[in-house]
């Protein structure tokens, strides 16, 4: 089992920045690809970014260049940087892992949002 809790989420004006992090704990020795999504009202759940254990990144194309994600492996923590933020920007922000034995977990979310 492996428990997300993420943290970093709140009000920001338009332009501004923000910094999310996730911790894992339990058996986070097994985590893999640690990743965040994000979900808005009345929208489906999509990607933003993910980052491998070594380091390789991928993300959302429309976010390529305002969001960086990073992860400190001995800390077991995944963060992401968001920069010039914009109201569309708006969402519960999720982070999620995999494991090496399959299993895939979810944090409970953190709040983001934008005003114009």
């Known amino acids: 089992q492996v428990h997300l809790v993420e943290s970093g989420g709140g009000l920001v004006q338009a332009g501004g920045s923000l910094r999310l992090s996730c911790a894992a704990s339990?058996?986070?020795?097994?985590?893999?690809?640690m990743g965040w999504y994000r979900q808005a009202p009345g929208k489906q759940r999509e990607l933003v970014a993910t980052i491998s254990s070594g380091g390789r990144t991928m993300y959302a194309d429309s976010l390529k260049g305002r969001f960086t994600i990073s992860r400190d492996n001995a800390k077991n923590t995944v963060y992401l940087q968001m920069n010039s933020l914009k109201a569309e920007d708006t969402a519960v922000y999720l982070c999620?892992?995999?494991?090496?034995?399959?299993?895939?977990?979810w944090g409970q979310g953190t709040q983001v949002t934008v005003s114009s």
């Open positions: 999620t892992t995999n494991t090496d034995w399959g299993g895939v977990y």
């Open positions: 339990g058996r986070s020795s097994s985590i893999n690809v």
